[in-house]
């Protein structure tokens, strides 16, 4: 039988390899994630660590997106307000081989609400994390402040969310076929994602 200490050992090993993992594979995993959101991947049920409940989960790009090529010059395009994702701008940075440095995220985690944060190529810790109100009416009608327990519970659902899709990521990316089918699939996504309407949510 497992002991505490040990499963606890062997949660924060598993904790590190995801950090680790995410300092080299940052700029693949949120070209893979845009991909994966216009996909019929999405929405997907995701179990969460120690819950043996799914939900399911919506995932789209919000009202920023920054893309950057990473040759010397270092040319970013930074593309704000409606949805950047399905511009002109975003198609032809993606087909001239930018990467996705930043964006925006949007994430309806059901029965939760809609959840958002900034994602970022040099880390992906999120940042700047809205998090669905709490249906609580003060006296008056009035909406509570959302208390601190809520607020933690919340931050902690959409960090673990985000990492089991990080996980999918990993699935991928270290799978037999990633070069002979996910990445090609990928590079015809880009080619073909201007010539058909995509939907984001």
Not at 21 to 39: N, T, V
Not at 52 to 76: F, M
Not at 110 to 118: E, I, L, S, T, V
Request: charged share 25%.
């Amino acid at each position: 039988m497992v002991s505490k200490d040990e499963l606890q050992l062997e949660q924060l090993k598993q904790w590190n390899d995801i950090t680790q993992a995410k300092g080299f594979l940052a700029a693949d995993f949120l070209l893979w994630l845009w991909y994966y959101i216009e996909s019929d991947q999405n929405p997907s049920r995701f179990q969460l660590p120690n819950d043996p409940q799914e939900y399911l989960v919506k995932l789209w790009i919000e009202d920023r997106l920054v893309l950057e090529s990473d040759d010397a010059k270092a040319h970013v395009h930074t593309l704000k307000g409606g949805e950047p994702s399905r511009s002109i701008e975003a198609e032809s940075a993606l087909q001239t081989g930018k990467g996705v440095k930043e964006v925006k995220l949007g994430l309806h985690i059901d029965p939760y609400g809609d959840f958002f944060c900034m994602m970022s190529a040099k880390d992906l810790a999120p940042k700047g994390i809205t998090i669905p109100a709490p249906a609580i009416a003060g006296d008056g009608g009035s909406l509570q402040r959302p208390s601190l327990a809520y607020r933690l519970k919340m931050t902690e659902i959409l960090t673990e969310t985000l990492d089991v899709v990080f996980r999918r990521f990993m699935e991928a990316r270290i799978a037999e076929d990633w070069w002979n089918k996910t990445w090609p699939a990928i590079q015809t996504w880009i080619d073909q994602r201007g010539h058909s309407e995509t939907h984001l949510h």
